[in-house]
């Protein structure tokens, strides 16, 4: 099979943070050490072989960047202190912009400027949005949602009514989800274009497949044959996986039932429920900032690409934010403030934790790094089509 090679692959690989390729000399350290790799999978050697050769091709058709759960152990061994783990980092953030037709995501994550610049666009679009539902509420289809600042009473969905929110919620998530679904296609094209296969499979191998890793791709089985040090990595990733899931199903399926004006107890799920989520979006958002900023020695602190902060403060900041809303509501009752000072508290507090909100989903959603929810699992799906293909030849 022919391999076409270039020279350019390793200088834009560097725009993407990968900073130590030059160092390897492909001695094969890091795939004797690393637990995922096999006969089937010379992980991840055969990747940085195809990035030295600057196999452009070769390296897009290979999903096996997306099998690595960033141990570390390749790194620790590695004789040269060439970062194998990093720059598998870097390859899967190359991936997902190769994977965005819009090329936003290469904008994203080859210069800071312009994601800091894309980030403020995006927080202080919904600001805009709520000021001309303000101005213009007495006209058109908006007329017919009674919008008012209400400071006699905290009446958020006077202010922010929940069927124009939802509606708005709704279309904003199929916009992002086309994004996020043209990337998975791409990848999909990509990945199932390698000529060792073409030709050679059937619609019974992708449901074979499918069947026979369901359970272990949803489970991040192969996460368990890392290091045993990984356990407490796995919790938290979990703990955020989970609480991140569960918010997003309460807004994006029951956001009437969320934002209310009614005062519950404690004991209503309409209560509980979110608080327990948010504990568990700050505990797996905060806990990640701390230790970049401290530089941990643990392998995925040790070093850190601009978007690699942008997922977890934006989390944090729409925690926070959500929460304080939330006190806002009930500080009458807990702290005797006056009704219309936090009335205003709300309002205002409410409009900021939209423009977190836009910003995460805007700069995450199809082209950062939360696309790696759905981008790894579907990487791992391919490589085990294809391998059955080759199990069958």
């Known amino acids: 099979m022919t391999i076409t ?23 094969g350290g ?29 390296l897009k058709q290979d999903s096996q960047a997306w099998n690595c759960f960033y141990c570390g152990e390749c790194s620790t061994s590695c004789p040269r202190g060439a970062e194998p783990a990093e720059l598998m980092m870097g390859i899967r953030r190359y991936l997902t912009a190769s994977y965005d037709r819009t090329g936003r995501s290469k904008r ?80 999909w094209s990509n990945v199932m274009s390698d000529p060792s296969i073409e030709g050679k499979i059937t619609i019974g191998d992708y449901i074979s497949t499918a069947f026979s890793m369901a359970f272990d791709i949803l489970t991040i089985k192969k996460w368990s044959e890392c290091d045993s040090d990984q356990r407490a990595r796995k919790r938290k990733h979990w703990i955020l996986l989970i609480s991140y899931l569960g918010m ?33 979006l700050l505990y797996g958002s905060i806990e990640p900032i701390l230790k970049r900023r401290k530089q941990s ?33 009930y500080a009458p009752i807990w702290f005797g403030i006056g009704i219309a000072t936090a009335a205003w508290f709300v309002y205002v507090i409410y409009v900021i934790h939209l423009g977190f909100t836009s910003l995460m989903l805007s700069t995450e959603v199809g082209i950062g790094k939360w696309a790696h929810i759905f981008l790894r699992p579907l990487g791992m799906y391919l490589e085990g089509v294809k391998q059955r293909v080759v199990n069958k030849k």
């Open 248 to 280: 997003f199903v309460i807004i994006v399926g029951f956001l009437t039932w969320f934002q209310t004006d009614n005062i519950y107890g404690i004991e209503n799920p309409q209560r509980w429920l979110p608080y327990l989520f948010t504990i568990g």
């Open 108 to 187: 994203l994550y080859t210069s800071t400027r312009a994601s800091m610049i894309s980030a403020m666009i995006w927080f202080v679009l919904p600001i805009f949005m709520m000021i001309g539902i303000h101005v213009f509420k007495d006209i058109g289809f908006l007329a017919n949602y009674n919008i008012d600042i209400i400071t006699t009473e905290v009446a958020l969905n006077r202010f922010a009514p929940v069927e124009l929110i939802n509606i708005v919620a709704h279309l904003y998530g199929i916009f992002l989800g086309i994004f996020m679904i043209m990337s998975m296609l791409t990848m």
């Open 30 to 58: 890091c795939t004797a050490v690393c637990n995922l790799s096999g006969e089937e999978a010379m992980f991840p050697r055969r990747v940085i072989r195809l990035v030295q050769l600057g196999a452009v091709d070769r």
């Open 297 to 329: 020695n643990e392998q995925m602190h040790k070093f850190s690409h601009h978007t690699d902060w942008m997922l977890p403060l934006s989390i944090m900041m729409v925690s926070i934010t959500g929460i304080l809303v939330h006190i806002g509501r």
């Open 5 to 27: 090679v270039g020279d350019s692959l390793i200088p834009t690989l560097k725009e993407y943070g990968v900073n130590d390729i030059d160092s390897c000399y492909n001695c």
